[in-house]
């Protein structure tokens, strides 16, 4: 817990919990939603997409977005951790905390399983869509959802 405190009392996190500017708590909050809605967003596409939905835009069409994941992912790590320093003590004994981080940590292994199962296959770029992929896919909304909502309720939850 010690080292919770000392985040949560490091220059950096007064400065991001209490600076008037602009470039503190709105910017980087404002940015960890733009990269959730990157990461999340980009993996629902490609969810909906094994699911059935568009199937007239070739799968081919959607391999450059382990570029968007992984952009937004590490706009969203770094704002997340400093969105925590703020609060860290608080947060630390959250369980909801640790639920969103697993359910994030899921998601990505389905997206990692995903990827190797369907994009990185030539073949299956344009083969029928495996009962493996499907299944994935609709585990894949489960867990960004669950994640989703999770960080959501951390603001209300104690």
């Not at 391999?63 to 925590?84: D, E, K, S």
């Not at 359910?103 to 030539?122: E, T």
């Not at 344009?126 to 493996?132: F, H, K, L, R, W």
Request: glycine share 6%; with cysteine.
């Amino acid at each position: 817990m010690e080292l919770f405190t000392r985040l949560q009392e490091s220059g950096f996190a007064a400065w991001v919990a209490s600076s008037p500017s602009l470039l503190a708590y709105p910017t980087i909050l404002t940015l960890h939603t733009v990269g959730m809605a990157i990461v999340v967003g980009t993996c629902v596409v490609m969810d909906l997409r094994l699911l059935g939905v568009g199937a007239d835009v070739p799968l081919i069409a959607l391999r450059g977005a382990p570029r968007l994941v992984w952009t937004g992912f590490l706009i969203n790590a770094a704002t997340g951790l400093a969105l925590f320093t703020t609060d860290a003590e608080h947060k630390a004994t959250q369980t909801v905390f640790y639920i969103k981080l697993a359910l994030i940590f899921l998601a990505l292994l389905i997206y990692g399983r995903i990827r190797r199962l369907v994009f990185r296959n030539p073949a299956a770029l344009t083969a029928p869509i495996t009962s493996e992929a499907r299944a994935l896919a609709v585990a894949s909304l489960i867990l960004w959802t669950g994640a989703t909502v999770a960080g959501r309720l951390m603001a209300y939850l104690l």
